[in-house]
């Protein structure tokens, strides 16, 4: 239930007034903020509009003196507040506050309601309403009250802006990791054809090899060759036999990249 509600029931608001106007200065102190009131009584809205325009600073009050001229306000205008009469010819306040909770959920809506009408208090407190002031309309309670849904709006403002924020930064870090992803995947790939093509080019170095060897050693005998061509025999042996374990080397991370980029496509 809103802190007026309470008001006359032995109830101390957290913030005194005084805490709260500093509060919507230090918000407002760059921007003014909006005031709409909604009232069919001249008389009414014009003392209304007077007691706020003096009590509080830093804001501007527009006047409509019913609900359609009221939404027509809200199309041309951005506002902080609505402070709104509920029984009014035509549309009343429970249709223009089933508007603005549509339309404008983030404005709060005070409603202004005469003594012995708190049914009507309660269903628009129910429906969305902020808060409710009772007639005859008690300046500090009205000053009160706006003070505090004012701040209330800005705080929301603030948060909206801090969600907002951060939906953009956790955006901007998800395309980030998939620019980095198909960057790792593109040196994984590199590097799969690198060794596919290093492979490829090892194999016939060593079957030439072989065979040159095996050649050699088919024309001259183990126990008749000379010692030049045995030392030269093994050296052959030994670079053959180095190659092939580079080229075992090579299969096996050619194996490993392989199987790791069939594992991370089986995930997504």
Same mark, same amino acid.
């Given at each position: 239930?809103?802190?007026?509600?309470?008001?006359?029931?032995?109830?101390?608001?957290?913030?005194?007034?005084?805490?709260?106007?500093?509060?919507?200065?230090? &918000?407002?102190?760059?921007?003014?903020?909006?005031?709409? !009131?909604?009232?069919?009584?001249?008389?009414?809205?014009?003392?209304?509009?007077?007691?706020?325009? !003096?009590?509080?600073?830093?804001?501007?009050?527009?006047?409509?003196?019913?609900?359609?001229?009221?939404?027509?306000?809200?199309?041309?205008?951005?506002?902080?507040?609505?402070?709104?009469?509920?029984?009014?010819?035509?549309?009343?306040?429970?249709?223009?506050?089933?508007?603005?909770?549509?339309? &404008?959920?983030?404005?709060?809506?005070?409603?202004?309601?005469?003594?012995?009408?708190?049914?009507?208090?309660?269903?628009?407190?129910?429906?969305?309403? &902020?808060?409710?002031?009772?007639?005859?309309?008690?300046?500090?309670?009205?000053?009160?009250? *706006?003070?505090?849904? !004012?701040?209330?709006?800005? *705080?929301?403002?603030?948060?909206?802006?801090?969600?907002?924020?951060?939906?953009? &930064?956790?955006?901007?870090?998800?395309? !980030?990791?998939?620019?980095?992803?198909?960057?790792?995947?593109?040196?994984?790939?590199?590097?799969?054809?690198?060794?596919?093509?290093?492979?490829?080019?090892?194999?016939?170095?060593?079957?030439?090899?072989?065979?040159?060897?095996?050649?050699?050693?088919?024309?001259?005998?183990?126990?008749?060759?000379?010692?030049?061509?045995?030392?030269? *025999?093994?050296?052959?042996?030994?670079?053959?036999?180095? *190659?092939?374990?580079?080229?075992?080397?090579?299969?096996?991370?050619?194996?490993?990249?392989?199987?790791?980029?069939?594992?991370?496509?089986?995930?997504?």
């Amino acid at each position: 239930m809103p802190l007026a509600s309470y008001e006359g029931k032995g109830y101390t608001p957290m913030h005194s007034n005084s805490v709260l106007r500093r509060a919507h200065e230090r &918000y407002f102190s760059m921007e003014t903020a909006r005031i709409l !009131l909604v009232d069919d009584d001249p008389a009414l809205q014009q003392a209304l509009s007077l007691m706020v325009s !003096l009590r509080m600073s830093n804001v501007q009050v527009h006047t409509a003196d019913s609900v359609s001229q009221a939404l027509k306000l809200l199309q041309q205008h951005e506002y902080h507040a609505i402070v709104s009469d509920i029984k009014m010819p035509g549309m009343d306040g429970f249709d223009l506050l089933a508007v603005t909770s549509q339309q &404008y959920p983030e404005i709060p809506v005070l409603f202004i309601t005469g003594h012995g009408e708190h049914d009507l208090a309660i269903q628009a407190l129910r429906g969305g309403a &902020y808060d409710y002031i009772l007639k005859p309309v008690d300046r500090d309670d009205l000053v009160a009250s *706006l003070y505090r849904a !004012l701040h209330t709006q800005r *705080l929301q403002q603030e948060i909206r802006r801090q969600q907002q924020t951060l939906e953009r &930064y956790a955006l901007n870090l998800e395309r !980030l990791v998939e620019q980095r992803t198909g960057e790792l995947r593109a040196a994984q790939r590199a590097n799969e054809t690198i060794l596919r093509t290093l492979g490829d080019e090892l194999n016939p170095v060593l079957a030439q090899l072989r065979q040159d060897t095996q050649q050699i050693e088919d024309c001259f005998p183990a126990t008749g060759r000379p010692k030049t061509l045995e030392q030269n *025999l093994a050296n052959m042996r030994c670079s053959l036999q180095e *190659l092939e374990n580079i080229a075992a080397r090579v299969q096996q991370a050619t194996s490993i990249q392989s199987d790791h980029l069939a594992s991370k496509h089986s995930r997504m």
